[in-house]
């Protein structure tokens, strides 16, 4: 109702679908930001969590090879192929703590956005133009 105050009957048409328009394009905008958003903040945390993560530190090792242990416990034979699953199931978890660290951050974002909208919401008018017919 906001958008199309003040509008003249003859021009409602014309109004709702430049609002309709706009509102779809916002929301691609808006989708297409907020995916950015998550693409570089995964990629920030999954450099702050690879820099803890190293082959030299023991509890690195050690995890490697509890995983190492439970894929030769589950019938992989072979212990080599056994530890290289293990690295890759490291790095995916580590892919996937990123992942969810980032989506917290677009999270926040959002929650920030709402709260700037709410915020701006106090600020609206209302219309002073004539009533339309048919309203109460």
């Keep these: 109702m906001i958008a199309t105050a003040g509008i003249a009957a003859q021009d409602a048409g014309s109004a709702s679908a430049l609002f309709n328009m706009l ?9 297409a930001v907020v995916e950015t958003f998550v693409t570089n903040r995964e990629k920030f945390h999954s ?10 530190q023991p509890a690195t090792r050690q995890t490697i090879a509890a995983m190492q242990h439970y894929f030769e416990a589950h019938g992989m034979s072979d212990p080599a192929a ?9 790095g995916e978890t580590l892919k996937q703590q990123a992942n969810y660290f980032a989506y917290g951050d677009a999270f926040g974002l959002l929650a920030i956005g709402m ?16 009533a339309a017919p048919g309203g109460h």
């Design 115 to 130: 709260l700037v909208a709410l915020l701006a919401s106090f600020f609206i008018r209302r219309p002073s133009g004539p």
């Design 23 to 31: 509102r779809n394009l916002g929301g691609a905008i808006g989708v």
């Design 82 to 90: 056994a530890r290289h699953q293990a690295i890759i199931l490291l």
């Design 47 to 56: 450099f702050i969590i690879n820099q803890h993560v190293s082959l030299l």
